[in-house]
C-alpha cells in the first residue's frame, strides 16, 4: 500500500482535498483501491465533511527533498511526511514513466532502492527455489549464478521479487530497474531521436539489469535484437541479471531464438500460485504490517475462498479492512462473506462437513479408526492425525470449539491448543502441509 501512497501529493482549497496522482494508471488504481480508505481517514481528522477530488499531474516536477512532501494515510490520519526515495515503477510505460536520458556528457542515472524486501515475501514450496536464487543474485553470493529468469502468472510474487532484488543489491554500484515495454520505449525512442549512444550507455554500462514482464517483447524484432546484444555485453561484463515473464520462456510465442536460448541458460524459477499455509501467512503479515487483527474463523473463510494470487487475497483484505473501518464495525464472518462477494463473487465456498465426517476422513487417510482418534493415547500416529483432525473440524464445519471438544472426547482448550499447534507447524514441516492439502482435497473433492 505505500508503495500507491508513496508518490501522491496533497493539496487543499477550502473543503475540497485534491490528491495528485502521477499517471492515469495510479489515480484510477487509487479511485479503486483506496479512496474509500481516504476518505474515511480525512473526515475522521478534519470533523467536517470534504471533497476528495483525484487528478493527474499534468506537469510533473522535481521538488528539492527538503520541501517536497507527499500526503500519507497512516493510523487513520491524513497528513505530509517526507517524499519517498522515488515514484514507484511499474510493469508499464504508465506506471514506469521513462526516466529523462541522460546527455552526452552525463552519466546514466542510478534508481535508488524500492520499498520492496525478501524478508517480507512469505515462502512456501512453489516459490522457494524462485526466492532463493534472486538473493544469490542480489548478494552476489555464487559468482556462476549471475542470471535468473522467473516465470510466474501476474499476482503471484514475481514483482517483489524482481523489486528485491533491485533494493538489496550488494555491491552493484549502478543497478537499472526497468520493464520491457519502457526497455521497448526508451529503444524506439532513442531511434528516432538520433541517440543510441545515449541509450546504449543507459543499459550497457549497469551492473545490475532488472527487466520485467518480458512476455511483452514478441512482435518486436529490432527490440528484442537490441535486447540480446545488450544482454550479451552485460554477460560478459560480468553483470547480474534478472528477467521476469508470465510463462516460460520456452512458452512465449515468436521470441527471437537466441533470446530464449540466453534466458534457458542461466536459471530458470517458476512461482506456483500458493497453497493454503502460503495464503494463510501472506494474509496475517499483511494484516499485521497495517496494524489490524483478522479473527482466525475470518483468516480460514479468506484462505478456503481465495485460491488465486497474491493480488486476490490482498485486494480481499484491503476491502474487508476498508469495509470495517467506513462501517465502525469489528471484522466478523458476515463481512467477510460480504467483501468476498464483492471481490471474487465467482468463489464457492467449500462444503460444510459435520465433526463425525472429517473424522472418518482423517481416520481413513491414516488407516485408524476414529475410536483411536478419540482415545487418550499420546502416541505419535495417533496424536498427529487427532491434532489435524480438530483443525479441519474448525475449518471445515461450522461446529464450535466445544462441539468439536465433544466429538472427540476433549475440552475446549485442549481443542484450541491442537488447532493452534498445527497451524504453527504447517508453516515450518513441509510433511504435514502436504498430508493437510493431502485431506482438503478428499474434503473437497478435488
Not at 501529493?9 to 484510477?28: K, M, N, Q, W, Y
Not at 505530509?80 to 552525463?106: D, F, H, I, K, T
Not at 502416541?379 to 487427532?386: E, G, K, T, Y
Request: hydrophobic share 40%; glycine share 6%; proline share 7%.
Amino acid at each position: 500500500m505505500q508503495a500507491w501512497i508513496g508518490p501522491l501529493r496533497a493539496e487543499t482549497d477550502g473543503d475540497v482535498l485534491r490528491i495528485i496522482c502521477p499517471s492515469v494508471f495510479h489515480r484510477d488504481r487509487i479511485r479503486q483501491r483506496l479512496l474509500a480508505r481516504i476518505e474515511a481517514c480525512v473526515r475522521a481528522e478534519a470533523a467536517r465533511p470534504v471533497r476528495v477530488v483525484l487528478e493527474v499531474d499534468s506537469a510533473p516536477r522535481r521538488r528539492p527533498a527538503a520541501v517536497a512532501s507527499r500526503a500519507a494515510c497512516t493510523g487513520g490520519v491524513l497528513r505530509e511526511v517526507a517524499p519517498p526515495a522515488m515514484p514507484e515503477p511499474g510493469a508499464s510505460a504508465a506506471r514506469n514513466p521513462v526516466p529523462p536520458r541522460p546527455s552526452a556528457q552525463s552519466a546514466p542515472p542510478v534508481q535508488r532502492p524500492l520499498p520492496y524486501s525478501f524478508d517480507s515475501f512469505v515462502v512456501g514450496p512453489g516459490n522457494a527455489l524462485a526466492r532463493e536464487a534472486c538473493m544469490v543474485v542480489a548478494r552476489g553470493g555464487q559468482s556462476t549464478l549471475n542470471s535468473v529468469y522467473v516465470a510466474g502468472e501476474s499476482g503471484l510474487g514475481k514483482t517483489h521479487l524482481a523489486r528485491s532484488v533491485f533494493g538489496e543489491a550488494v555491491g552493484a554500484e549502478r543497478p537499472l530497474y526497468v520493464s520491457a515495454e519502457a526497455f521497448t520505449n526508451d529503444f524506439q525512442s532513442a531511434i528516432r531521436a538520433g541517440r543510441m549512444d545515449a541509450f546504449k550507455r543507459r543499459y550497457r554500462t549497469c551492473d545490475l539489469l532488472v527487466l520485467e514482464d518480458v512476455q511483452f517483447l514478441p512482435g518486436k524484432k529490432a527490440t528484442q535484437l537490441e535486447l540480446f546484444h545488450t544482454i550479451d555485453h552485460l554477460r560478459d561484463a560480468g553483470a547480474r541479471l534478472v528477467f521476469t515473464g508470465d510463462r516460460l520462456p520456452a512458452h512465449i510465442p515468436d521470441l527471437d531464438r537466441r533470446l530464449r536460448s540466453r534466458w534457458n541458460g542461466g536459471l530458470v524459477a517458476e512461482i506456483e500460485p500458493p497453497d493454503a499455509a502460503v495464503r494463510r501467512e501472506i494474509l496475517r503479515a499483511k494484516a499485521a504490517s497495517g496494524g489490524v487483527r483478522v479473527p482466525t474463523d475470518c483468516l480460514d473463510l479468506l484462505v478456503e475462498r481465495l485460491r488465486g494470487s497474491v493480488r486476490d487475497l490482498e485486494g480481499a483484505l484491503i476491502q474487508l479492512v476498508a469495509s470495517a473501518s467506513l462501517l465502525k464495525r469489528r471484522i466478523d464472518r458476515e463481512l467477510t462473506e460480504a467483501a468476498l462477494r464483492k471481490v471474487a463473487p465467482e468463489a464457492e465456498s467449500a462444503p460444510r462437513r459435520e465433526p463425525e465426517e472429517i473424522i472418518q476422513v482423517v481416520a481413513a487417510f491414516f488407516q485408524t479408526t476414529p475410536e483411536a482418534l478419540a482415545s487418550r493415547s499420546r502416541r505419535r500416529d495417533v496424536l498427529v492425525p487427532r491434532q489435524l483432525a480438530m483443525y479441519l473440524c474448525r475449518r471445515y464445519t461450522d461446529a464450535s470449539l466445544a462441539r468439536i471438544g465433544r466429538a472427540f472426547d476433549r475440552d475446549h482448550p485442549a481443542v484450541k491448543n491442537a488447532i493452534e499447534r498445527v497451524e504453527r507447524q504447517i508453516l515450518e514441516r513441509a510433511p504435514l502441509r502436504y498430508q493437510l492439502e493431502a485431506l482438503a482435497s478428499r474434503l473437497e473433492g478435488r
